[in-house]
């Protein structure tokens, strides 16, 4: 009998999510630790009585306002069901038999499961010792095959930013057929200003691309909604390859009354990076080059004792993501949660 399936399907890498138990401490996932913001959950219960009717399909109302708060037209914003979705959508969008992306490795895992699910080849580029993306080594990988280098900035897992300087050099470099896709899931919690955000600089660049969540700083992962700003021609491309209605009504109210709330999303994320800061300052003390943060998370370059600091951690209920045989990514959390988590670290490190 013949197999009706792909061939390459083990080529897939499995999405391995953080774990999730209850009643433990969760930094796992890189949520925000507290809860919706004001107005989310009367717009949720306010779409809850038309769930029998289709929602938006133009999603019409939330591009709307985010065209007016990025000062873009319209039809440059896509969005999809979780920048995770977006990321997938764009890699079939530019995929042409024998395309190549280049991305940093460590980075984002999503990369390559879209990339090989589209057919696509990866070039991954080794972070530098300090687990930042190699910027100079990514605009050699660039070929007559790439369609795209991929930017994660922050970089998940690792926490760094890419520089003004660092982009501007890829900007520069690559020639125009490629795009050059940034992906800033993370943006909100970047406090050094020479990383800048990549709309208001490369916005008018025609072979940028950048992916936005409402997933992290905006404290919606649970609903899936991110956004993509790229020229006319590559937004209308990516958004022929969005499944009809990916973003659900609730999902759609929800954003719109998260950006309402601006002011309590900037003074939770003031909390969380100033959490970071004295996290990091004290997780170094006892794990030498834990590398600079600009996201909501950081790395604990732990190696071979990566998936034991986890299993450690777990013990005391509390949960990190550990990537075996090279390090743990920690979410910063409330002062509780983070203060268990170094009690914690200590512990691992004394014995
Ligand atoms: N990009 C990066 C770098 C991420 O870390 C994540 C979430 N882990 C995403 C994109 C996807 O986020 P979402 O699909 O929830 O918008």
């Known amino acids: 009998m013949s197999d009706p399936l792909r061939e390459d399907l083990e080529s897939i890498p499995r999405y391995v999510p953080g774990k999730a138990i209850p009643d433990a401490v969760k930094l796992s996932s890189n949520e925000v630790p507290y809860g919706p913001l004001p107005g989310v959950v009367e717009a949720i219960t306010d779409a809850a009585e038309t769930v029998h009717r289709y929602p938006d399909l133009g999603v019409v109302k939330l591009r709307g306002v985010l065209s007016q708060r990025l000062g873009l037209p319209v039809e440059r914003i896509v969005t999809g069901t979780g920048s995770v979705a977006l990321i997938g959508h764009l890699m079939q969008a530019i995929a042409k038999p024998g395309s190549e992306v280049v991305y940093s490795w460590r980075s984002f895992e999503a990369y390559p499961i879209a990339a090989t699910i589209a057919g696509i080849t990866s070039v991954q580029v080794p972070n530098t010792a300090d687990h930042r993306h190699d910027i ?25 930013a890419v520089t003004a300087d660092e982009l501007d050099r890829v900007f520069a470099a690559v020639p125009e057929d490629v795009l050059v896709v940034i992906d800033e899931a993370y943006r909100e919690f970047v406090t050094d200003p020479a990383c ?15 992916f936005r969540t409402f997933s992290k700083a905006w404290g919606l992962a649970g609903l899936r909604v991110g956004y993509m700003v790229a020229r006319p021609g590559v937004a209308d491309a990516v958004s022929r390859c969005v499944i009809p209605f990916a973003v659900n009504a609730a999902a759609q109210r929800a954003a719109l009354a998260a950006l309402e709330a601006e002011g309590e999303m900037r003074r939770r994320v003031a909390l969380v990076t100033s959490e970071r800061k004295r996290t990091v300052m004290a997780a170094r003390e006892l794990v030498p080059d834990v590398p600079d943060s600009q996201a909501n998370f950081f790395w604990l370059p732990l190696g071979e004792r990566a998936v034991e600091f986890a299993a450690h951690c777990e013990q005391r209920s509390i949960l990190v993501r550990p990537f075996a045989g090279d390090g743990v990514r920690v979410t910063v959390g409330l002062p509780e949660e983070n203060d268990a988590m170094l009690e914690a670290l200590r512990a691992f490190v004394e014995r």
């Open 136 to 160: 100079d080594a990514m605009i050699a990988a660039v070929g007559p095959d790439t369609r795209a280098i991929v930017i994660c900035s922050p970089n998940n897992p690792t926490g760094p």
């Open 196 to 210: 800048p955000d990549a709309i208001e600089r490369y916005a008018d660049r025609p072979n940028a691309v950048v």
